[in-house]
C-alpha cells in the first residue's frame, strides 16, 4: 500500500486548493487520516484529522477555511482563504485497510505555497 499525495502549488493569499491523498494498493480503504504540515526547523503539525465515524477536527488557524472529507481510497483537504502563513509541505497520515492487512501509514509531502 501506498499513500500518495498531491494537490499542492502556488497561490495567491485568499486562493483555494484542493489536496488529495489515496491509498494504492490491493482494495485499499482509508477507514480514518489526518492532514498535517511542516516548515523548514519546526515540527509537523497536525492540520485535520477525520476519524472512523466521519468526526472531524482542525486546528485552530484553519477552522472554517479547510474542510477534511474521505471517500473510500481518498481523503481530501479543501483549503480556501489562504494566507501566507499556511506555506507549508503537507503531509498525509492515514489508517489504511486492504483485504489482508490493517496499517498506519504516511504520504510524502506536497508543497503549499500561498504568495502575499
Known amino acids: 500500500v501506498q499513500l500518495q499525495a498531491s494537490g499542492g502549488g502556488l497561490v495567491q493569499t485568499g486562493g483555494s486548493l484542493r489536496l488529495a491523498c489515496v491509498a494504492s494498493?490491493?482494495?485499499?480503504?482509508?477507514?480514518?487520516g489526518g492532514w498535517y504540515r511542516q516548515t523548514p526547523g519546526k515540527q509537523r503539525d497536525l492540520v485535520a484529522r477525520i476519524g472512523s465515524g466521519g468526526d472531524t477536527n482542525y486546528a485552530d488557524s484553519v477552522k472554517g477555511r479547510f474542510a477534511i472529507s474521505r471517500d473510500k481510497n481518498t481523503m481530501s483537504l479543501q483549503m480556501n482563504r489562504l494566507k501566507p502563513d499556511d506555506t507549508a509541505v503537507y503531509y498525509c497520515?492515514?489508517?489504511?485497510?486492504?483485504?489482508?492487512?490493517?496499517?498506519?501509514?504516511w504520504g510524502r509531502g506536497t508543497q503549499v505555497t500561498v504568495s502575499s
Open positions: 494498493g490491493n482494495s485499499a480503504s482509508i477507514i480514518a
Open positions: 497520515n492515514a489508517d489504511v485497510v486492504t483485504s489482508d492487512s490493517y496499517r498506519n501509514y
